[in-house]
């Protein structure tokens, strides 16, 4: 059985460019989850959507990111504009109605320069 | 507010050599835990969970772990660790019940593994 589904895999990009990561989650689940991994702070739930609509936005750090579900098959995270500081492996996960367990994607390893 | 606390960033241990990875938490009621693992420029892959009842869970890839509700703990264990096992490995503890989407993880433990 497929995965979550991420993509790309690695960004390396400029400051001030935008950035778009894609997300497919597992067939069948609901709910979906964005997170960002870095050293100092960890793995941090950034938004959570269930049944496409966003439910937990409280994670997302500025304006500078938005996230859309617009089906239930598809999500995105974009930056806009992008600055060093949002260097980071982006995480997708995505599961049943918001229970546990959540299943991970492979990450998006972003670098802006 | 909860927290997981993984007090060991780094451990090495032999191939063959058995494992245990601390994990404590805080938090207000029994929470949901689970230990995952992450391999170089991979996903989190889940290890193992605790819900609820028998304290001493199963996971896959031979690992297991033990709630201790007096102690906060959840630690994980293996008895005999193999080279493929060398990754950094991921406490998490959410809130119980339906729909309890929150994961609270801790920082971490990387586990470097000696042929």
């Known amino acids: 059985d497929a995965g979550v589904i991420q993509s790309p895999r690695h960004e390396v990009t400029e400051m001030g460019q935008e950035v778009t990561l894609r997300c497919k989650p597992i067939s069948g689940h609901n709910s979906l989850f964005w997170y960002r991994q870095t050293m100092m702070r960890g793995l941090e739930l950034l938004i959570y959507f269930n049944n496409n609509v966003p439910i937990d936005d409280s994670g997302m750090p500025e304006d500078r990111f938005s996230a859309k579900m617009p089906n239930a098959s598809f999500s995105t995270l974009k930056i806009q504009p992008s600055e060093p500081r949002d260097s980071a492996v982006y995480f997708c996960a995505s599961n049943t109605d918001g229970g546990q367990p959540q299943h991970f994607g492979d990450g998006t390893r972003l670098s802006i320069l | 507010a909860q927290s997981v606390t993984q007090p060991d960033i780094h451990i090495t241990v032999s191939e063959g050599a058995s494992l245990e990875l601390r994990c404590n938490y805080s938090?207000?009621?029994?929470?949901?835990l689970f230990w995952y693992v992450q391999s170089p420029g991979q996903g989190l892959q889940l290890l193992l969970k605790?819900?609820?009842?028998?304290?001493l869970v199963q996971g896959i890839k031979g690992f297991e772990a033990e709630f201790k509700r007096s102690q906060s703990s959840f630690n994980l264990r293996k008895p005999s660790v193999h080279w493929s096992d060398a990754a950094e490995y991921f406490c998490a503890v959410g809130p119980s019940g339906a729909g309890s989407y929150q994961l609270t993880f801790g920082k971490g433990t990387k586990l470097s593994v000696i042929p």
């Open positions: 938090y207000g009621a029994t929470p949901y």
């Open positions: 605790y819900f609820s009842g028998d304290t």
